[in-house]
């Protein structure tokens, strides 16, 4: 395992609990000596050390001499797509929650906005992975989201499809898309809500979060982007096509952590969330393509809609305000919150039921319960990776794979004894619904559905 | 006294302890009877009336038979322009904080956005006063922004002058204006930082601040207005001049409450605040005016740059987000916050030495040792009201004026006590100095001081 942040020290009882292995092969790649204590008491090898361009080959070659195993990387600040190509040739299996590049990528990088983003970094890992057919599996990017969702957005779909009465057996990738477009979803958001809420208040000048604050940061200040449905009728302001690739996605000249859409989660409502951009916002709409010859005929739009806890809020807003990177940063642990839990779901918009919103919605108090080291929103992350594991082990040879590849059912199977309850939610609320008073406004009335109406900067 | 809210509870002991008045003519008008206890512990007299279109000419009368006394209009939902026209018929004095309207103008309401602003309420209290010379005072909009503020800003250009070696006696409104020309200043943000924190976590779907929620409600939902500078190149998206009257603001076609300028405080540093409407923003700039013939020749640029209690900063993203007014409201009280305080001043940019940031620094342990019934917010409003009475029992016949015009020595000297420190900041901060990451905006490297640098939406 490389890397034990939050969801290192999240993912560890949750092995020790449902995957046989050697304890004395397992090691943990991790700089830091901060919880060195819980590695000591759980009897696993710790190696302190940082992976960097130099080191990580011959760290790697030195802890997989057999070519068996699997890394499971779990850190900030370490090369996925490198660590990928390496695995491949160990002969190794592989998972990660997120394309992470070196340092100097997402801050303090000199290339220009476009290339900042994430589609260039997905489209490389799948150009690579069409050499890896058959190989060692490599799963990127299999965290809550990216990972998880892609799982419950199928079965969002067979719950749709079962109760507006459309006929289902979806077993390829093109029939998936094909029931996505008989359904007639336009949209989905990635709509989380996070109610978890410390003792403490925030202090002024620390960045608070319920996982990795860098991990949110990195991301958050990458320019915001979401897969483009084929019912679009307009860029949104700033907004950008792709001009390589299959072009199933665009980039908005704004940091994701300061772009807002209006969105929906069950126990709030209509929310605020911030269009930070994901893997999963490229997967699911690349994934749910249709396509007539070489045109897409159809496609949703796709984001990743998140209402960090109210902490990050204000620390977002604080650092937005100031224009500057935090000077501390503190990531709530299980004892520090107490109450409020994450909603973590998908949101189908634009179908016969208007919209509707399934996902996880898991508690604080259930999260302390199921395993330690946790809050909520590291229990949807961990328990993928708990699911991608045993996926992996029961799939060692898929070659380079995405969550919307995997056997959701199975994963799901495995995850779900984490996940509180997995609930389903219609909605007659759209985007042009509400307003307090009524101001200038892009806004679209023929199709309330258009990402201009979501919109809101 | 009309309403008996955060302000009218606490702006009652400073009364009592600074002015020598009849407590058998002393009346609070009060439609709740929520706090009728403490009115009750005052032996003051509680008329538990909401004032209308139709009663509050004939409850006026009645209370003020013999044409002497002084109304203080610290309510919500009550025409102030009717209030001001009828004390000068009767021959009293008047205070208020704000130029109020009957219910319907703030929400519901079936004017244009350019008629929902300030503006026109402004220029109409404005054009009535020239009918009034010499008449009873009347105190238009004296809290502690608007009012206060306008004291502090005469205090900050003498400073100001003094520090830059710049001869300053100025006696009339023209001097004044002309000082803030010679010096330079090209703009003045109200800037306010609350820093009150609850011992609680705002509970969900409760709108919560340190004053008046139906005061930030009405005037975050009127459109952002702001005095605008001669300096200033060109308006801001959905940035609208005004067709009549002397043309001293312009408006922007959203609500304040969702306008995000960057902004500058001492302890916090650079930050956002909001351009919430106010009538100083309204008022600075007409009473800095330098003309030449009819041609305004300097004005400064003046908003309101509003960073309220980080309950509010929440409260104002869920409201937003849902896009519907909150389902329930609380105000804190002295009792409930645990720490911080309220920072409130002028900062004054664009001038020889940069920016400067002029204003109280009062905490929530100071509030508490110095008066009941109130917390720092509402101390530098209560405060100034006090200033007012003692300012207008020593000026009856000033007829109708804002704070600009009062003595601003005279107030502060009455305000002082109330006000913790008050200090002088110089920064080197500009609107264009920080940004994480660089993104597309509209943005003028020629001028750091254009209102297009701070504006952040
Ligand atoms: N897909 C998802 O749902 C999801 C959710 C949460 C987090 N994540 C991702 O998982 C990763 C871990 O998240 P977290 O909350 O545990 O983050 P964290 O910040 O708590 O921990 C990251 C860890 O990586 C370690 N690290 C830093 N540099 C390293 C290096 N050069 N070599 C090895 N280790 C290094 C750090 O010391 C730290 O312990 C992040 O990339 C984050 O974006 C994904
Ligand atoms: N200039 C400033 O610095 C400043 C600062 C704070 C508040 N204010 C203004 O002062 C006013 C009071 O603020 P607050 O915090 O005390 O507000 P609040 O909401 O706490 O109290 C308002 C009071 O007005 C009463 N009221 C409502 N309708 C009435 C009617 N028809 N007749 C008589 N009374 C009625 C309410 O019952 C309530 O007690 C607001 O208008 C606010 O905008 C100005």
Redesign the interface.
Known sequence: MIGFGSIGRGTLPLIERHIGFDREAFTVIEPSSEFAHILRDHGIRHLPLALTPENYEATLRGLFPAGKGMVVNLSVDVDSILLMELCATLGVQYIDTVVEPWPGFY?G?TLP?AE?TNYPLREKVRDLGRAHVGGPTAVSCCGANPGMVSWLLKEALLKLAEDTDVAAAPASREDWAQLAMTLGVKGVHVAERD?Q??AK??P?GVFVNTWSVDGLLSEG?Q?AELGWGTHEKKLPP?GHAFTHGAGYAIWI???GADT?V?SWCP??????GYVVTHNESLSIPDYYTVRDGERAIYRPTCHYAY?PC?DA??SL?????????PESKHILTADEI??GGDDLGVFLYGHAKGAMWYGSRLTIDEARNLAPYQNATGMQVTSAVLAAMVWVAENPHAGWVEADEMDHERCLQVQRPYLGRIECHYTDWTPV????????EDRDDEDPWQFTNFL??
């Open positions: 801050f990088s906005n900042r109610t809420v410390s208040a925030k002024q200040y320019p700033h000249d704004r940091p807002r209006r126990g709030v409502g209509p929310q605020f209402h109210n809020v204000l807003h604080e650092i937005n305000g100031a224009g500057q990177l107490v109450s619904q509400h307003r307090i008073n009524s101001f200038a809101a900067v």
